[in-house]
């Protein structure tokens, strides 16, 4: 017969037994972080679905949870980095074979010449690489794609077919209520990929009175993010530059982007984008350009990107004016985008 069991022999057992059924396991701080984004995301999708119907997807909540703008700022700091010479071609050479940069049309095409990335990313073109269309009234003003065309419908633009974004949130203010009634409001996205030639030009004779420049992220703009991020454009960082041409209003907005967070203009030497602690949604600066603004002619250099990113034409235009271009092809700067099959033009002489 076994010997009776004391209760404090009971309760060291029963301690025992306890503790030997429990067991600890350490897991992946990876693991850890995603949980918490995750439920960071799921609370941010629920807000932004009572603030902005427009913008609840998961991957524009996902993007606006991560630091875009210090990372861009990351990004082109490291860019701007001398690249030691013997070193240039070997690694300049990988990003113009992965983006299928034309270095043939630059005006500078060896690579051992360009110091930096930020230099690649911001080449010249030869004078003769393009020809600006004389018999259209609408070039294009990049070398790009074309993401979507159309008129403006009821104060909205397709960023893509079926996914929209407001006007008057993009532009900064309603214009559709000033404009007269016997022109359409259309417009045109054109995105530049990283291999392509980053400056922008004029796309029209046209003169500028107003720039803005509009605090906002800095969200991907490539085409797979304008089909799942509804209000894209209208939500990140950008420079517009809005008059007439002969025809009525007219607006140029460059879009900035992940990694894409420097916008230069040729005559705003002054002009700073993606600047730390200046963000702040919804908030913008304007300028008046001068007594009687600035005037364009097809083809005149505006500015640059960093590194791709899109550009959207907004304008009025006569019922008989025309896009030559349809949506997903590709386009170089200079080349016919519309015309007015009747000659019949009204509004600013140039």
């Given at each position: 017969?076994?010997?009776?069991?004391?209760?404090?022999?009971?309760?060291?057992?029963?301690?025992?037994?306890?503790?030997?059924?429990?067991?600890?396991?350490?897991?992946?701080?990876?693991?850890?972080?995603?949980?918490?984004?995750l439920v960071k995301l799921q609370r941010t999708l629920r807000e932004s679905a009572k603030e902005n119907k427009e913008s609840n997807t998961w991957?524009?909540?996902?993007?606006?949870?991560?630091?875009?703008?210090?990372?861009?700022?990351?990004?082109?700091?490291?860019?701007?980095?001398?690249?030691?010479?013997?070193?240039?071609?070997?690694?300049?050479?990988?990003?113009?074979?992965?983006?299928?940069?034309?270095?043939?049309?630059?005006?500078?095409?060896?690579?051992?010449?360009?110091?930096?990335?930020?230099?690649?990313?911001?080449?010249?073109?030869?004078?003769?690489?393009?020809?600006?269309?004389?018999?259209?009234?609408?070039?294009?003003?990049?070398?790009?794609?074309?993401?979507?065309?159309?008129?403006?419908?009821?104060?909205?633009?397709?960023?893509?077919?079926?996914?929209?974004?407001?006007?008057?949130?993009?532009?900064?203010?309603?214009?559709?209520?000033?404009?007269?009634?016997?022109?359409?409001?259309?417009?045109?996205?054109?995105?530049?990929?990283?291999?392509?030639?980053?400056?922008?030009?004029?796309?029209?004779?046209?003169?500028?009175?107003?720039?803005?420049?509009?605090?906002?992220?800095?969200?991907?703009?490539?085409?797979?993010?304008?089909?799942?991020?509804?209000?894209?454009?209208?939500?990140?960082?950008r420079v517009l530059i809005s008059g007439t041409w002969e025809y009525g209003f007219f607006s140029m907005v460059a879009v900035g982007a992940f990694?894409?967070?420097?916008?230069?203009?040729?005559?705003?030497?002054?002009?700073?984008?993606?600047?730390?602690?200046?963000?702040?949604?919804?908030?913008?600066?304007?300028?008046?350009?001068?007594?009687?603004?600035?005037?364009?002619?097809?083809?005149?250099?505006?500015?640059?990107?960093?590194?791709?990113?899109?550009?959207?034409?907004?304008?009025?235009?006569?019922?008989?004016?025309?896009?030559?271009v349809t949506p997903g092809q590709t386009v170089t700067y200079g080349q016919s985008l519309g015309h007015i099959i009747s000659q019949q033009k009204?509004?600013?002489?140039?």
């Amino acid at each position: 017969m076994l010997p009776p069991i004391s209760l404090a022999q009971r309760r060291y057992y029963a301690a025992g037994s306890l503790s030997a059924g429990w067991r600890w396991f350490g897991i992946p701080t990876s693991l850890g972080v995603a949980c918490i984004a995750l439920v960071k995301l799921q609370r941010t999708l629920r807000e932004s679905a009572k603030e902005n119907k427009e913008s609840n997807t998961w991957q524009l909540s996902l993007f606006r949870q991560l630091s875009t703008r210090a990372l861009s700022r990351t990004w082109g700091a490291l860019t701007r980095q001398e690249i030691p010479t013997w070193l240039r071609r070997p690694l300049l050479g990988f990003y113009v074979w992965a983006f299928g940069c034309k270095m043939e049309e630059a005006e500078e095409p060896d690579l051992v010449a360009y110091s930096s990335l930020t230099e690649l990313f911001t080449r010249k073109l030869k004078t003769t690489a393009r020809l600006i269309a004389k018999e259209c009234q609408l070039v294009s003003p990049v070398d790009g794609t074309v993401l979507h065309i159309g008129q403006v419908t009821n104060g909205t633009l397709e960023q893509v077919k079926g996914v929209t974004f407001s006007l008057a949130k993009f532009l900064g203010e309603d214009i559709t209520s000033t404009e007269a009634n016997d022109k359409d409001l259309q417009y045109i996205i054109l995105y530049l990929s990283p291999g392509d030639y980053h400056h922008f030009h004029s796309p029209a004779d046209w003169n500028t009175q107003v720039q803005k420049h509009i605090y906002g992220e800095l969200l991907p703009v490539a085409p797979w993010a304008a089909r799942t991020m509804p209000a894209l454009f209208a939500v990140n960082e950008r420079v517009l530059i809005s008059g007439t041409w002969e025809y009525g209003f007219f607006s140029m907005v460059a879009v900035g982007a992940f990694n894409v967070g420097s916008i230069s203009l040729e005559h705003d030497k002054e002009l700073e984008t993606n600047v730390k602690g200046a963000y702040e949604m919804g908030r913008w600066s304007k300028k008046a350009l001068g007594l009687g603004g600035l005037t364009f002619r097809k083809g005149d250099h505006i500015g640059h990107f960093s590194l791709g990113s899109t550009v959207v034409l907004v304008f009025r235009a006569p019922k008989n004016f025309s896009f030559l271009v349809t949506p997903g092809q590709t386009v170089t700067y200079g080349q016919s985008l519309g015309h007015i099959i009747s000659q019949q033009k009204v509004g600013v002489k140039f």
